[in-house]
């Protein structure tokens, strides 16, 4: 059984919008991004943040393999970096999208979850944890659950200040870090001093952000 979809619990999401993925929608919200140019905010470029134009339009309708009908928005970036290239980002959400929450929705929620899928689901696939979309099934939550905690400790250990080296230093790579770190697990009992969480609260691990 796999989990809720987030429509049964009224849960918001903010999914990537290609043009592949869903084609009639795509041109549909195309056709009607033209005959809405009401619907567009541009903030201009401040410090780091080139200058961004957004386009959105409200009430897509749309029906999935299942059959299920869905009332959606879609929402799109487009921006210039200070080399000249441009880019160009688009979702759909179940958010009301609207002047005064459209640059919010891209910029803090959207591009954030790249980045989250990015740096953190990323590599989980790719870097050595083996994270699989077949973990979401009921008998595979307990591994996924234990398969969250692991990058966990490893950015403690690259990023915290346990170690007086960079890991980097250390094992050559954060792949030879894991697998030390599985070998030390599977060969190697927790003594219980280790557990105590009394013990436990008195330790301090300063991150490094940079």
């Given at each position: 059984?796999?989990?809720?979809?987030?429509?049964?619990?009224?849960?918001?999401?903010?999914?990537?919008?290609?043009?592949?993925?869903?084609?009639?929608?795509?041109?549909?919200?195309?056709?009607?991004?033209?005959?809405c140019p009401q619907n567009t905010r541009v903030l201009a470029a401040?410090?780091?943040?080139?200058?961004?134009?957004?386009?959105?339009v409200n009430g897509l309708e749309h029906r999935d393999a299942q059959?299920?009908?869905?009332?959606?928005?879609?929402?799109?970036?487009?921006?210039?970096?200070?080399?000249?290239?441009?880019?160009?980002?688009?979702?759909?959400?179940?958010?009301?999208?609207?002047?005064?929450?459209?640059?919010?929705?891209?910029?803090?929620?959207?591009?954030?979850?790249?980045?989250?899928?990015?740096?953190?689901?990323?590599?989980?696939?790719?870097?050595?944890?083996?994270?699989?979309?077949?973990?979401?099934?009921?008998?595979?939550?307990?591994?996924?659950?234990?398969?969250?905690?692991?990058?966990?400790?490893?950015?403690?250990?690259?990023?915290?200040?346990?170690?007086?080296?960079?890991?980097?230093?250390?094992?050559?790579?954060?792949?030879?870090?894991?697998?030390?770190?599985?070998?030390?697990?599977?060969?190697?009992?927790?003594?219980?001093?280790?557990?105590?969480?009394?013990?436990?609260?008195?330790?301090?691990?300063?991150?490094?952000?940079?």
């Amino acid at each position: 059984m796999f989990p809720p979809v987030p429509w049964a619990n009224h849960w918001k999401y903010l999914p990537t919008f290609k043009p592949g993925g869903l084609p009639s929608l795509w041109r549909e919200y195309e056709s009607l991004r033209d005959q809405c140019p009401q619907n567009t905010r541009v903030l201009a470029a401040t410090g780091a943040r080139p200058r961004q134009t957004f386009h959105w339009v409200n009430g897509l309708e749309h029906r999935d393999a299942q059959g299920r009908r869905h009332r959606l928005d879609a929402l799109e970036c487009r921006e210039r970096d200070p080399h000249g290239k441009d880019h160009f980002f688009a979702w759909l959400t179940n958010f009301q999208v609207a002047a005064a929450n459209v640059a919010d929705l891209a910029n803090r929620g959207g591009r954030r979850r790249w980045k989250s899928e990015n740096e953190g689901f990323n590599n989980q696939k790719n870097g050595g944890f083996n994270l699989e979309h077949a973990y979401s099934i009921t008998h595979y939550k307990n591994w996924d659950r234990c398969l969250q905690i692991a990058p966990m400790i490893l950015q403690l250990l690259e990023r915290g200040s346990l170690l007086s080296v960079p890991c980097q230093t250390l094992f050559g790579s954060l792949r030879n870090l894991t697998q030390r770190l599985v070998e030390s697990i599977r060969n190697h009992v927790i003594p219980p001093e280790a557990l105590d969480p009394q013990a436990a609260a008195s330790i301090q691990i300063r991150l490094n952000n940079s």
